[in-house]
């Protein structure tokens, strides 16, 4: 994409990050210039508040009229970044300025200093950063700024710039999201009334592990609906294809993410268990069925789910105690070596599929090792229940549960949502 503006991007960072780092990110800002200019044959001008403001001018105008003429956005992240309230704004006007434009790849961040919350926090500034590809920089800020790791690193940084500005890649156009056609708002998902009541949640069993317990009673005030399948592929990739979502799989750079939804690493039909989704990509289809439907869809707590997994039974799992009869209701290491079409096992007492293996499943819950306590405020791990094709019988009991990081993504993990107000 071209521009025939004065500056092609805009430097959003701390100057104390800079100043910590004698000049760093401003000698990074001249090499990507340099770098994008050479591969291109045509200059990339970046904005840089040190040079970019004269004295006396309106420093606040003169940085919002700057955001809304560039293509880019060249945003140094670091824990500073996130406390200052100059770079959210930066972020949060260039946001605005890229949805105008109708694309969804003109942020590119450089992760320069450790952000610890980056993968789990929920404030708006990172959410909008964690959404992107991500310039990894945070073992090159000790190197020679002029030393060949960090110039192979901008290299590839530039070489990235080149292919956006070649591909003209654009996002999904807003109104078909603000506005669904007739056949769009035909429900994607068959839902299954969930009645409210009350169920003794975890376990005291000698099998059960710390984290199960103790034994409870539980009150869900309100019914609800539940999918009465995980999401499939062919779910997920109708969201996909509407909206061009890309995974965090998708997205990694670091050559971990050789597998994803579209390629797990075994076969998979359309009504298989979608799986390499993170916790945030689930919430991110949540939130597209909501506004598709206009609806409130969202994942189950872990309180939801255990009772609508139990169905008012009170045994190891919904179909009793006896682990031979797990054959004929889930799907699990002793008859499976990878997911299966879901609803082909018989449902449990509330009509619902796959509750006891396939796939784990996300719930919306900060995990907590101890279940009476209130929801952790560190919000770095989130639970997951039912259990999966690859586990044995006693980790697909209703009560137990496992943490894992939200962003992390695997072959056994998938989703099912609830509908609020349909009780």
């Excluded at 040079?51 to 809304?68: M, R, S």
């Excluded at 200052?84 to 200093?113: M, N, Q, V, W």
């Excluded at 429900?187 to 005291?204: C, E, N, Q």
């Excluded at 229940?385 to 137990?400: I, K, N, P, Q, T």
Aim: aromatic content about 10%; proline content about 5%; overall charge neutral.
């Amino acid at each position: 994409m071209a521009t025939n503006t004065r500056y092609a991007a805009f430097l959003s960072y701390s100057r104390t990050d800079d100043t910590h780092h004698k000049g760093l990110i401003t000698h990074l800002a001249t090499l990507i210039s340099s770098e994008v200019e050479v591969q291109t044959g045509n200059k990339f001008p970046i904005f840089q508040d040190r040079e970019g403001l004269k004295w006396g001018d309106n420093w606040e105008k003169k940085i919002k009229d700057v955001i809304y003429e560039v293509t880019y956005l060249i945003a140094v992240i670091s824990p500073t970044f996130f406390t200052s309230s100059y770079c959210k704004e930066e972020l949060a006007h260039f946001s605005e300025r890229e949805k105008s434009l109708g694309r969804d790849d003109l942020i590119l961040p450089i992760h320069l200093i450790a952000v610890r919350d980056l993968d789990y926090s929920e404030d708006e500034a990172v959410r909008l950063i964690r959404g992107r590809q991500i310039s990894d920089f945070r073992d090159l800020r000790h190197e020679d700024p002029e030393g060949q790791k960090i110039r192979k690193a901008v290299a590839l940084l530039a070489s990235e710039i080149v292919d956006s500005m070649e591909s003209g890649h654009r996002s999904h156009p807003e109104p078909s999201r603000r506005q669904p056609s007739s056949s769009q708002r035909k429900s994607l998902l068959i839902m299954t009334r969930i009645p409210r009541g009350d169920f003794v949640m975890g376990s005291d069993d000698s099998e059960a592990r710390q984290r199960e317990t103790p034994a409870r009673q539980v009150t869900i005030p309100a019914a609800f609906a539940m999918s009465r399948c995980p999401v499939t592929v062919a779910q997920f990739r109708a969201f996909c294809e509407e909206t061009q979502y890309k995974t965090q799989w998708e997205r990694r750079k670091d050559g971990a993410a050789a597998n994803t939804w579209r390629n797990p690493g075994f076969l998979q039909s359309d009504e298989c268990p979608v799986v390499y989704v993170s916790w945030f990509d689930a919430n991110e289809f949540c939130r597209w069925l909501s506004d598709r439907e206009k609806k409130i869809y969202r994942l189950s707590t872990e309180a939801e789910w255990e009772y609508a997994c139990r169905a008012r039974t009170g045994s190891k799992w919904f179909c009793g105690d006896d682990v031979d009869d797990l054959e004929n209701y889930a799907w699990y290491r002793q008859n499976s070596e990878g997911t299966m079409p879901v609803g082909q096992k018989s449902p449990n007492p509330f009509d619902l599929f796959d509750m006891h293996g396939n796939v784990w499943e996300w719930c919306s819950d900060c995990y907590a090792s101890d279940q009476l306590m209130p929801p952790p405020r560190s919000r770095r791990y989130r639970a997951a229940r039912g259990g999966s094709w690859v586990d044995a019988a006693r980790h697909l009991r209703s009560s137990f549960r496992i943490r894992i990081k939200p962003f992390q993504a695997c072959n056994n993990l998938g989703f099912r949502v609830v509908l609020e107000g349909e009780g």
